[in-house]
């Protein structure tokens, strides 16, 4: 029996909704060019290291292709999403992005970084909606780059790849950062890295520090040490989309709720205060938005949409770590109703970066 061919992915919405990808990366080919001098150093991060020295150094098709299209913002990347059928790539700087370099050398390559795909929504502005880089840990620069880059350039939102030398954006250091996000309203999208030092060890014996379950531990805590500090009663109006199904947080939220509240009575921690919204619950459903990278699967999504709010969970590919086709016509084929199902892909994203 001849075995069928499955129709090819089209752009245009003929099936209902555009798909806009909200999570998709890119390199430029400086950062690329910084990235193996530090590879080549001595005392290179360990998780820099694993993913960085993997991604650049290894000859197997999987990170040939992921290096190649990282530092694409033109032909390939918009044959890529013409052949999966995207309409739309809301693009961030990769991890770790501007937080592997040192502050100064970090602001710079933010800028650069801005400039360059600036440029590219310009050149294709049906196609291409960009994140703001920052250097976070030059948190003055920071702020005016943010401010620049959604003012002047159009960014509609900022991306931050997790800590910052080990260090989390709960802490006041980074206070400008947030005050920035928040004042010319967009949202930061906090993009995992590698575990830090005091971290990572155990994960890397076991080869689990990457997208496989490191990404998801490491980030999942940062937006918990955001909530549990009360970063979000200092900046209310704040939002931050985290990927990857919530790094798993959704799905933590009743025992979230019931430890935290039980750790307050108790006087457990003496630096943990009560919340404002009391619950950890009330801050992913009201200061956050969650997106599907790399988690093409229609349970889990099934599940945030019940528990977080369908109109805060949106649709990524997580281009080009993990674009096959076929992750597409999956989530095409969801059992779900075509107003939600138009909510996850395209109008839940066009409302939360204003497109």
């Known amino acids: 029996m001849a075995e069928q061919t499955q129709a090819p992915l089209r752009t245009g919405g003929e099936q209902g909704y555009l798909r806009i990808a909200t999570e998709e990366a890119f390199a430029p080919p400086e950062m690329i060019e910084m990235y193996k001098k530090i590879l080549a150093g001595p005392d290179v991060d360990p998780g820099f290291y694993s993913l960085m020295g993997f991604y650049i ?16 913002l033109g032909d390939l990347r918009l044959a890529d999403m013409d052949e999966r059928g995207i309409d739309r790539q809301v693009i961030g700087i990769t991890a770790p992005g501007t937080q592997i370099l040192p502050a100064e050398e970090g602001h710079a390559l933010s800028v650069l970084a801005n400039d360059q795909l600036a440029e590219a929504c310009r050149k294709h502005p049906d196609r291409f909606t960009g994140m703001a880089a920052c ?78 379950f490191g990404f998801g531990v490491e980030t999942g805590m940062h937006a918990l040490r955001m909530i549990t500090a009360g970063v979000f009663d200092r900046y209310p109006k704040l939002q931050v989309i985290i990927g990857h199904m919530g790094e798993a ?54 599940f945030a949409q019940q528990v977080i709010g369908e109109d805060r969970v949106l649709y990524a590919m997580d281009f080009p770590y993990q674009c096959p086709p076929e992750e597409v016509r999956a989530l095409d084929a969801m059992d779900m109703p075509i107003e939600t199902k138009r909510k996850f892909f395209q109008t839940n994203a066009e409302r939360l970066f204003k497109l």
């Open 249 to 302: 947080l959704p799905y933590w939220m009743y025992r979230l709720d019931f430890m935290h509240q039980a750790g307050l009575r108790a006087g457990r921690y003496a630096f943990m205060k009560p919340l404002k919204k009391e619950k950890v619950s009330n801050y992913l459903k009201e200061n956050f938005h969650i997106t599907n990278s790399g988690m093409a699967w229609e349970p889990a999504i099934k």
């Open 135 to 212: 250097a976070p840990h030059a948190p003055e620069k920071a702020a005016k780059e943010i401010e620049r880059a959604v003012t002047k350039l159009g960014m509609r939102a900022v991306v931050i790849n997790s800590h910052v030398h080990g260090e989390y954006l709960d802490n006041p250091k980074f206070g400008p950062v947030l005050e920035a996000a928040e004042a010319v309203g967009v949202p930061i999208y906090l993009h995992p890295q590698t575990p830090p030092r005091n971290m990572i060890e155990p994960m890397l014996e076991a080869g689990l520090d990457g997208a496989i």
């Open 57 to 72: 150094g290894s000859e197997a098709p999987r990170p040939r292709f992921i290096f190649e299209r990282l530092q694409d």
